[in-house]
């Protein structure tokens, strides 16, 4: 069982930079694959980047690749998402979750509630 808490959303000029955290709880996050999604008013839930459990490879949408950056410490439980040169497009929902495997689809198995991320222009 792993349980994951979003922190760092907020309203953001157009330009400007963020950076969200996602906490996992348990001790067996190492095991785990992460990944970050996002959900606009009206839209599916899409994929943003995911990250191997040792770090070693990482996946990015096109929409954000060069952006974003997601990284992890597996000593602190963490998985972040840098997102530079942000967008209104950006505007979302954004996720983290977990799973055992490294996917680029939205069949994770754990998620968090989310946090708000809103780029005005």
């Known amino acids: 069982q792993v349980q994951l808490v979003e922190s760092g959303g907020g309203l953001v000029q157009a330009g400007n930079s963020l950076r969200l955290s996602c906490a996992a709880s348990g001790r067996t996050f190492s095991s785990y694959a992460m990944g970050w999604f996002r959900q606009a008013p009206g839209k599916e839930r899409e994929f943003i980047a995911a990250i191997s459990r040792s770090s070693v490879d990482t996946y990015y949408a096109d929409s954000v690749k060069g952006r974003f950056t997601i990284s992890r410490d597996n000593a602190k439980n963490t998985v972040s998402l840098q997102m530079n040169s942000l967008k209104p497009e950006d505007t979302a929902v954004y996720y983290c979750?977990?799973?055992?495997?490294?996917?680029?689809?939205?069949?994770?198995?754990?998620w968090g509630q989310g946090t708000q991320v809103t780029v005005s222009s």
């Open positions: 979750a977990a799973d055992r495997l490294l996917r680029i689809t939205i069949d994770y198995h754990y």
